[in-house]
C-alpha cells in the first residue's frame, strides 16, 4: 500500500512570492493534518481537512492557507513568502479524525526561501 | 510551560545497550499516546501508539504509560546503530479537535 506522498520534495522561492503544496494521503485516509516542522519550533500543527473542510486551524497566520478535494487529496498555500517560512512542511493523513492517534506522515516538503 | 517536554538529547548509547526515552506532559486529558521516529531530512514514521494507561509491546520497542504521573516512556531493547534517529513522543486528546500535540524530539546515536 503506498504511503502518503508529497510534491515537490524540495523548493527555493523568493521573499514575497507564493508556493503550493501537494499532499495525496494513503488510500482510504480521509483526513489530511499539515505540519510545519523547523529546528527551533519543532512540529507545530497548521491545519486539518476532513470532507473538504477545514476541522481545526493552528496559530499561523492568514498567509497559510489550504484546501482539500473530493479524493481527499490536499493542498497548501503560502502567500506573501518570507525567510522565515523557510521549513519542513509534512502532511500526515489518517482515515479519520478520531483516528489521528493512527496519522502517517509524508516524506515532507522542504522549503527555502531566500 | 509547554504541555509536551521532551529532553532533546543527544543521547549516546552503545549497540545493544537498552534505551529510555521519555516525555511528561501537563494535561491529565490526553488519552492516546504515540511515538514517532524519525531520520534526518525524513518524515516521521509511527512506531506505536497506546490508549490510556500501560504497556504496549512490539518487537525490541516497549511503550509505558503512566497517567498518574504524567509521563510515558519508549524502550528500545538491543539497540542498533539504525535505531539512530530524533523520536517524537505526540499526544492526543480525545474531544472533537483530536489534535495531536508534539514534543520536541530526542536525538539518539548507538555508537557501533
Known amino acids: 500500500k503506498a504511503g502518503v506522498t508529497q510534491t515537490p520534495r524540495y523548493l527555493i522561492k523568493t521573499r514575497g512570492q507564493q508556493v503550493t503544496l501537494s499532499c495525496s494521503p494513503i488510500?482510504?485516509?480521509?483526513?489530511v493534518s499539515w505540519y510545519q516542522q523547523t529546528p527551533g519550533q519543532g512540529l507545530q500543527f497548521l491545519f486539518e481537512?476532513?470532507?473538504?473542510?477545514?476541522?481545526n486551524k493552528g496559530n499561523f497566520p492568514g498567509r497559510f492557507s489550504g484546501r482539500q478535494f473530493s479524493n481527499s487529496r490536499s493542498e497548501m498555500n503560502v502567500s506573501t513568502l518570507e525567510l522565515g517560512d523557510s521549513a519542513l512542511y509534512l502532511c500526515?493523513?489518517?482515515?479519520?479524525?478520531?483516528?489521528?492517534?493512527?496519522?502517517?506522515f509524508g516524506p515532507g516538503t522542504r522549503l527555502t526561501v531566500t | 510551560q509547554k504541555e509536551v517536554e521532551q529532553d532533546p538529547g543527544p543521547l549516546s548509547v552503545p549497540e545493544g545497550a537498552i534505551v529510555s526515552l521519555n516525555c511528561t506532559y501537563s494535561?491529565?486529558?490526553?488519552?492516546?499516546f504515540m511515538w514517532y521516529r524519525q531520520y534526518s531530512r525524513k518524515g516521521p514514521e509511527l512506531l506505536m501508539y497506546?490508549?490510556?494507561?500501560g504497556n504496549k509491546e512490539d518487537g525490541r520497542f516497549t511503550a509505558q504509560v503512566d497517567k498518574s504521573s504524567k509521563y510515558i516512556s519508549l524502550f528500545i531493547r538491543d539497540s542498533q546503530p539504525s535505531d539512530s534517529a530524533t523520536y517524537l513522543c505526540?499526544?492526543?486528546?480525545?474531544?472533537?479537535?483530536?489534535?495531536?500535540?508534539f514534543g520536541s524530539g530526542t536525538r539518539l546515536l548507538v555508537r557501533p
Open positions: 494535561n491529565s486529558a490526553f488519552q492516546y
Open positions: 500526515a493523513s489518517s482515515r479519520s479524525p478520531g483516528q489521528a492517534y493512527e496519522q502517517y
Open positions: 488510500s482510504g485516509h480521509r483526513s
Open positions: 481537512y476532513f470532507s473538504e473542510t477545514q476541522r
Open positions: 505526540a499526544m492526543s486528546l480525545m474531544d472533537s479537535s483530536y489534535k495531536l500535540i
Open positions: 497506546t490508549y490510556s494507561s
